[in-house]
């Protein structure tokens, strides 16, 4: 297979992946919190502290950051014909994905703190 | 000339009759974008959530005002639809329901389980 052909695979593989990891992560998110615990304040804090679920929080939103990505650069593709306009929106998507990840951390460190 | 030039082109998007998977299937794009959105909101409220008991507080008050109720159903509205319809295309790549028959179903048994849980978190999160 060319390089050519092999172009569009990984954003469609990583697309596939994300999804699944999505997929899970909300199931466990709402589970946890919609059958098993009462959602308060000390119990948010004690949960978003614990170390495996900032890990798993973190994943998330890599996820989704990435899922975005593919998913509005896909929609951006199809839609804007303007060379420059597409140029710029993606430009922009991608600093408000990247600016989006940095808020995540900075949110995670004030529960450690 | 090629053939695909010749093709005619019919796009009142008003006459248009999408069968059901491709009704569901746009409205996985348009969730996606409106998730997509949604994702400064999010990270807002959690740097809320997480600042102090009253902040806390504030965002689960959200909870019973008419206007952000209706926006809390949109959001969850949208991502119930979205990893739906989503999964159903997961198994799509898995070349499950491939057949047109198959495809109306599970694009149908989507729907239903749309209703379902919509009509559940309805329940719950206001009666």
């Known amino acids: ?22 997929l899970l992560y909300v199931f466990y998110v709402a589970v946890y919190w919609l059958f098993f ?22 994943l998330f939103y890599l996820s989704m ?18 060379f420059l306009l597409k140029l710029l929106l993606l430009f922009g998507v991608a600093l408000f994905l990247i600016g989006s990840g940095f808020w995540l951390i900075k949110i995670l460190m004030m529960v450690k703190a | ?26 409205f996985h794009r348009l969730t996606g974008i409106l998730l997509f959105l949604f994702i400064p909101l999010s990270l807002y409220f959690l740097q809320l959530s997480v600042k102090d008991a009253s902040s806390f507080q504030e965002v689960t008050a959200l909870m019973h005002y008419p206007l952000s109720r209706f926006f809390i159903l949109l959001i969850v509205w949208s991502l119930l639809h979205h990893l739906l319809t989503g999964l159903r295309f997961l198994l799509i790549d898995m070349e499950f329901f491939l057949d047109r028959k198959l495809s109306s179903l599970s694009a149908w048994v989507v729907v239903v389980i749309e209703a379902l849980l919509m009509f559940a978190v309805i329940v719950g999160l206001f009666l």
């Open chain 1, 1 to 22: 297979m060319s390089m050519v052909a092999l172009e569009g695979l990984r954003p469609w593989i990583l697309q596939r992946l994300t999804a699944v990891y999505l």
């Open chain 1, 37 to 58: 615990n009462s959602f308060t304040y000390n119990h948010w804090l004690q949960w978003l502290s614990d170390d495996s679920n900032q890990i798993l929080l973190s």
């Open chain 1, 65 to 82: 950051l990435i899922h975005s990505w593919v998913g509005i650069r896909d929609v951006l593709l199809d839609y804007i014909k303007p």
């Open chain 2, 1 to 26: 000339m090629l053939l695909h030039d010749r093709r005619p082109k019919y796009l009142n998007l008003f006459k248009i009759k999408l069968p059901i998977a491709g009704i569901i299937s746009i």
